[in-house]
């Protein structure tokens, strides 16, 4: 597609609750990352993706988050038993290749509020 | 580690007034690459501006400028002649050629606020 497209841009859940958020990538673009962003801690790393392997997931804050990428594309951020701390908006960026050299592109992010 | 700092939380001017916002970063890495993003209220980030450690040479672009200084850690960002279409969250970022995983690390973000 045209750019980084994620899903939904807006998601209300019950604590306890499972939710998946979606990050469609540019086409041809090999490398994917998701971000957290909430109030407080600024913008933080969470997974780097390289094709379908995660060589970095060192930001996962906690064993209930866990995150896939099938096809090289379409990437799956699972947050299980939400808890209230999990709110924030959940950013995807993907690159061509090395974002530090091709630079990254950034979606809109998806606004998670558990409440 | 790498660390990025924005000390200037919230900036405030008038249009037509210049502003410069302050990034200072930290690495062990002599390879790095430094980043400014936008973030408007509809809350995507736009990418302005990339450098590379290597590259030392001021940059200007329309009412944009950085001033990249290895000497001391720094890579600024000065808004000329502020206009309100400018108000918006500034993020510093760094990404690390080794070690990193090829992820940007972004400084906390400053609020700048142009008001007519």
């Known amino acids: 597609g045209a750019g980084v497209s994620q899903s939904p841009s807006n998601k209300v859940t019950e604590k306890g609750k499972d939710v998946e958020l979606r990050c469609d990538p540019i086409?041809?673009?090999?490398?994917l990352y998701w971000y957290r962003q909430s109030l407080g801690q600024g913008l933080e790393f969470l997974i780097y993706?390289?094709?379908?392997?995660?060589?970095?997931k060192s930001g996962l804050p906690s064993d209930r988050f866990s995150a896939e990428r099938t096809g090289g594309s379409v990437s799956t951020l699972t947050i299980q038993r939400t808890q209230q701390e999990d709110s924030a908006v959940y950013l995807c960026?993907?690159?061509?290749?090395?974002?530090?050299?091709?630079?990254?592109?950034f979606g809109s992010g998806t606004r998670l509020t558990v409440v | 580690a790498q660390k990025v700092t924005q000390a200037q939380t919230e900036i405030s001017v008038v249009e037509k007034e210049d502003v410069t916002l302050d990034c200072v970063y930290e690495?062990?890495?002599?390879?790095?690459?430094l980043f400014w993003y936008k973030q408007p209220p509809s809350g995507e980030l736009v990418f302005l501006i990339r450098?590379?450690?290597?590259?030392?040479q001021n940059e200007i672009s329309g009412r944009y400028s950085w001033n990249f200084q290895k000497s001391t850690s720094s890579f600024n960002f000065t808004i000329t002649a502020s206009q309100v279409v400018d108000s918006a969250v500034y993020f510093c970022?760094?990404?690390?050629?080794?070690?990193?995983?090829?992820?940007?690390?972004f400084g906390t973000g400053t609020q700048l606020k142009v008001e007519l």
């Open positions: 993706f390289q094709g379908n392997s995660a060589p970095d």
């Open positions: 970022a760094l990404s690390e050629a080794s070690g990193g995983g090829n992820k940007l690390t």
């Open positions: 450098r590379n450690s290597f590259d030392e």
């Open positions: 960026a993907s690159s061509l290749v090395l974002g530090q050299v091709y630079g990254y592109t």
């Open positions: 086409s041809g673009h090999t490398a």
């Open positions: 690495t062990r890495d002599t390879t790095y690459y």
